[in-house]
């Protein structure tokens, strides 16, 4: 049974940090590209960031050079550092797995940041 749990989210003032990890078992973590999006309330869901089976990696622009992806396989985990926090980015953040044309979801962790 595939399943990915995420955890880490939580409430942080605007300019924090938090570390958003996702676990992956009954897949083979390390043939799957990861990625992590986010959803806020009444908008559709967007990615975040994404790392190839490779290490390559990808940001959406609004982003960049506050976030990080990495990925340690040994233990078929994703993680997602999130610096500089701001407002907007509350939301549920969600990790997925992907590989070939089918992506599969974990169930979600809230992040917070108060102003």
């Known amino acids: 049974q595939v399943q990915l749990v995420e955890s880490g989210g939580g409430l942080v003032q605007a300019g924090g940090s938090l570390r958003l990890s996702c676990a992956a078992s009954g897949i083979i973590f390390s043939l799957n590209a990861m990625e992590w999006y986010r959803q806020a309330p009444g908008k559709q869901r967007e990615l975040v960031a994404s790392i190839t089976s490779g290490g390559s990696t990808n940001y959406a622009d609004f982003v960049k050079d506050r976030f990080t992806i990495s990925r340690y396989n040994a233990k078929n985990t994703v993680y997602l550092q999130m610096n500089s926090l701001k407002s907007e980015d509350t939301a549920g953040y969600y990790c997925?797995?992907?590989?070939?044309?089918?992506?599969?979801w974990g169930q979600g962790t809230q992040v917070t940041v108060s102003s």
């Open positions: 997925a797995a992907r590989r070939g044309g089918v992506r599969v």
